[in-house]
């Protein structure tokens, strides 16, 4: 067991844990149902995909246990995680079921006929540019034959026992899976690199303070997986107290796209509400239960509105007993899902007001009110970084670190992930925010390009437009711009790419003066520069004035630093 896993953030990034009442503001307004409590789990990755660490610190109210290694996460080259190590997102926290891996050879896709495989569900799925077809050997399965691609795949019910036979490799295949697990729905996990069984992640939050069995409040901020969506078939659970299904449990979860929150009673009625399919990525989902009025309890909010699209069930909504642990992304005695990842999930008893649940930007209330902070406690602490190969880091000339790594040191309860890509564009650093960063709950984004649309010539004009359009919808997602200059580029003096960088940094400025709440300016040209329009010598990686080196990408992190709260 591991209570360290998920408590290396701790150490790494900042955890805080507030007890008792001595935090408090005053109570706002008085609550129906006498004192109120509250919890906090906050769960907030490392700044990119992988492991939490360390695995010998005991003593939180969170426990994660996994008995295996080789756990890959999802994608990517990242590495593999220890026995006991929970695996994070960008977004959140992973948890997946049991999954056995039968393909005989994943990191070399070929032609064979697998072992004997189990009966229930399997799915097979590839990556790589080309293709591969599964079908019957001596096993009978629906949906066979099948040719999976990196775009398709493979989903079987085997209801006899036995054999597939894969076929030769059509084109370029870099891996294969073929899976098997509770998971009714065809879900790519993790990769599994070698034959045999992953354990099932298994996250629990023991105790949290609830003193009032009628009137409380479970919320969570959930994002499907890269790869996933909210339409997957089958059941995600996000948050499951109590016996499974059993009297006095409780069941929050996602199926087939709809937000879902069932309360059994202690006679094992369940009484349910059900809000509308979700869309967006990123959505902070809160189930409200009440003994006042049954004709909206249980209730539903999604992103902080109400959206209760059906409440039935005969159950009374009402828990005769409290459940001593909640299991985080899995069912007690139930299954683990890994089609979403989990963080901030926040409780509260003695009201069903879901404005009272604390957080930064909430009063928080109450004569007993414990919250344990893991990583990052809101989005307000959550700092986009958007840019180009200065944000990357990836440029060499001997780098060893990176803005966003310096503004976590200086900053430790923000989260600044890396969204930066070499070579990029204003124009790609639009799209870049609109696909993958715009539902994501981002409280910041700091954003600093346009260097290679001054050196590829590509026009001022364009590029103000593109940082406009950017600017405008960071704003219309509820974020705020940590807006920084373009670097001095050493650019001649009435050349065009000087005229074009000066015309750049001129807009971003006057953005940030027409709007100083929403567009925060950061002028790092100002402060980079060396009276004569290129880079301080003390700050640039070649004398190139292009890249900052390690010093460099400090004094950018200390600059934000000091536009942060």
């Known amino acids: 067991m591991l209570t360290s896993a998920l408590l290396a953030l701790v150490l790494t990034q900042g955890v805080q844990y507030r007890g008792g009442s001595s935090d408090m503001s005053p109570m706002t307004p008085s609550l129906k149902e006498g004192a109120s409590s509250a919890a906090v789990l906050d769960i907030m990755p490392l700044s990119s995909m992988g492991c939490s660490g360390q695995t010998s610190i005991s003593g939180t109210a969170l426990t994660f246990s996994r008995a295996s290694s080789g756990a890959d996460l999802y994608s990517g080259s990242e590495s593999s995680c220890s026995n006991n190590v929970p695996r994070t997102m960008e977004d959140g926290l992973i948890i997946e079921d049991a999954v056995t891996q039968a393909y005989p050879t994943p990191d070399a896709p070929a032609g064979a006929t697998t072992g004997s495989l189990a009966t229930g569900w399997w799915t097979f799925w590839v990556e790589g540019t080309g293709s591969q077809q599964i079908s019957a050997g001596t096993a009978t399965g629906s949906g066979l034959p099948c040719t999976a691609t990196a775009s398709n795949i493979c989903y079987t019910s085997i209801s006899v026992a036995g054999t597939l036979v894969l076929s030769a490799v059509t084109g370029s295949l870099s891996f294969a899976q073929l899976e ?20 099932a992640d298994i996250a629990e939050w023991i105790g949290p303070r609830w003193t009032n069995k009628k009137d409380w409040i479970i919320e969570a901020e959930v994002t499907p997986r890269s790869g996933h969506s909210w339409a997957y078939p089958g059941n995600a659970t996000i948050v499951q107290g109590g016996p499974y299904g059993g009297a006095n449990s409780i069941d929050f979860y996602v199926l087939n796209g709809i ?84 963080r901030n999930i926040r409780v509260a008893s003695g009201t069903s007001d879901p404005r009272r649940i604390p957080s930064a930007n909430r009063t928080r209330y109450g004569t007993n009110s414990d919250y344990i902070s893991y990583g990052y406690f809101n989005n ?186």
């Open 180 to 199: 098997h697990s509770n998971e009714n729905s065809p879900i790519k996990t993790s990769r599994i690199h070698s034959p045999g069984t992953r354990s």
């Open 380 to 565: 307000a602490h959550r700092v986009a970084a958007l840019g180009d190969s200065i944000t990357a880091a990836d440029y060499g000339g001997g780098i060893t670190t990176s803005y966003e790594a310096q503004l976590v040191s200086q900053k430790p309860l923000y989260m600044v992930p890396n969204f930066g890509i070499g070579s990029t564009q204003t124009a790609d650093h639009l799209q870049r925010y609109m696909t993958d960063v715009r539902f994501r709950g981002y409280g910041y984004v700091a954003y600093l390009g346009g260097i290679n649309d001054v050196n590829l010539n590509s026009g001022a004009a364009q590029a103000i437009s593109n940082i406009t359009q950017l600017y405008a919808a960071i704003k219309a997602n509820g974020g705020k711009v940590l807006a920084m200059t373009l670097l001095p580029g050493g650019q001649a003096p009435g050349s065009q790419r000087r005229t074009d960088l000066e015309a750049i940094n001129t807009a971003i400025r006057n953005a940030a003066s027409a709007d100083p709440t929403n567009i925060i300016l950061v002028d790092t040209n100002t402060d980079f520069d060396n009276g004569s329009g290129a880079m301080k010598a003390i700050w640039d990686v070649d004398g190139g004035s292009l890249h900052p080196n390690d010093a460099g990408l400090t004094e950018i992190a200390t600059l934000l630093a000091s536009h942060l709260p």
């Open 259 to 342: 937000p879902i929150c069932s309360v059994w009673d202690a006679a094992g009625n369940s009484r349910y509400v059900q809000g509308d399919a979700l869309t967006n990525n990123y959505h902070r989902l809160t189930c409200v239960a009440c003994s006042a009025d049954r004709s909206v309890c249980p209730h539903f909010y999604v992103d902080g509105v109400s959206n209760a699209h059906i409440t039935a069930g005969v159950g009374t909504g009402i828990l005769s007993s409290i459940p001593t642990s909640l299991r985080i992304g899995s069912c007690q005695g139930g299954q683990n899902f890994g089609q979403l990842t989990i």
